[in-house]
């Protein structure tokens, strides 16, 4: 599957941003589906993950209460809400795909996924 990331920007502390990321293929529904971020000079890290099915998501610990992750099936597209941004959200974020996994599983490593988007950079500003 191929994917493309959009919605990155450029947004003062406490903003907010939506990232989109479209997948394409004739099962990309059925894709577990993620989030990464790395900012600049650091490791990749976890953001989110959501099941083909949608009914089971997980955030980062980081994220959470601030940052929702969402798909549409019928758009082969997964949505990460991004609230009350701050300064050290400021990364290139990074959709990511896998197709090995049971309907309501997510994953939270890198390693668990064989497909990635080009990544988007999101800039917060305090």
């Known amino acids: 599957v191929q994917l493309q990331a959009s919605g990155g920007g450029s947004v003062q502390s406490g903003g907010s941003l939506k990232l989109s990321c479209t997948a394409s293929?004739?099962?990309?529904?059925?894709?577990?589906m993620g989030w990464f971020r790395q900012p600049t000079g650091k490791d990749r890290e976890f953001v989110a993950s959501i099941s083909w099915s949608g009914a089971r998501k997980y955030t980062s610990d980081s994220v959470r209460g601030r940052f929702t992750i969402s798909r549409d099936n019928a758009k082969n597209t997964v949505y990460l809400q991004m609230d009350n941004l701050k300064s050290e959200d400021t990364s290139v974020y990074f959709c990511?795909?896998?197709?090995?996994?049971?309907?309501?599983?997510?994953?939270?490593?890198?390693?668990?996924?064989?497909?990635w988007g080009q990544g988007t950079l999101v800039t917060v500003s305090s």
């Open positions: 990511a795909a896998t197709g090995s996994l049971p309907p309501d599983e997510v994953a939270v490593t890198p390693r668990n996924f064989d497909s």
């Open positions: 293929g004739r099962t990309a529904s059925s894709y577990a």
